[in-house]
Nanobody, 121 residues
Framework: QVPLVESGGGLVQPGGSLRLSCAAS????????RGWFRQAPGKEREFVAA????????YYADSVKGRFTISTDNAKNTVYLQMNSLKPEDTAVYYC??????????????WGQGTQVTVSS
């Protein structure tokens, strides 16, 4: 059973918005940090954003700072990624993750299967 399930991806025009959701399945992740990563074709997976389990601290890649917002609803065991002012270079498969191993920008113990985001006119 996949512990994390992403949704909300799709095709959007440049300048548009999408909100990704990541729901936990089978266990709670309300007391661990959560993150979002992405992988574009031919490129390595890269960090996008992360949030501490209390939700008090957030981290962003420089490429998305000011455009993306990560948030969490621990009651729903869900983390969100609001993406505004999308650019073609944001096109990638987006993965959510839970329970960082060492630092919020590195590897995590749990991963979702990914959702495709395509930004194109």
């Amino acid at each position: 059973q996949v512990p994390l399930v992403e949704s909300g991806g799709g095709l959007v025009q440049p300048g548009g918005s999408l909100r990704l959701s990541c729901a936990a399945s089978g266990r709670t992740f309300s007391t661990v940090g959560r993150g979002w990563f992405r992988q574009a074709p031919g490129k390595e997976r890269e960090f996008v954003a992360a949030i501490t389990w209390r939700g008090g601290t957030t981290y962003y890649a420089d490429s998305v700072k000011g455009r993306f917002t990560i948030s969490t609803d621990n009651a729903k065991n869900t983390v969100y990624l609001q993406m505004n002012s999308l650019k073609p270079e944001d096109t990638a498969v987006y993965y959510c993750a839970a329970d960082p191993r060492a630092g919020y920008r590195g590897d995590y113990n749990y991963w979702g299967q990914g959702t495709q985001v395509t930004v194109s006119s």
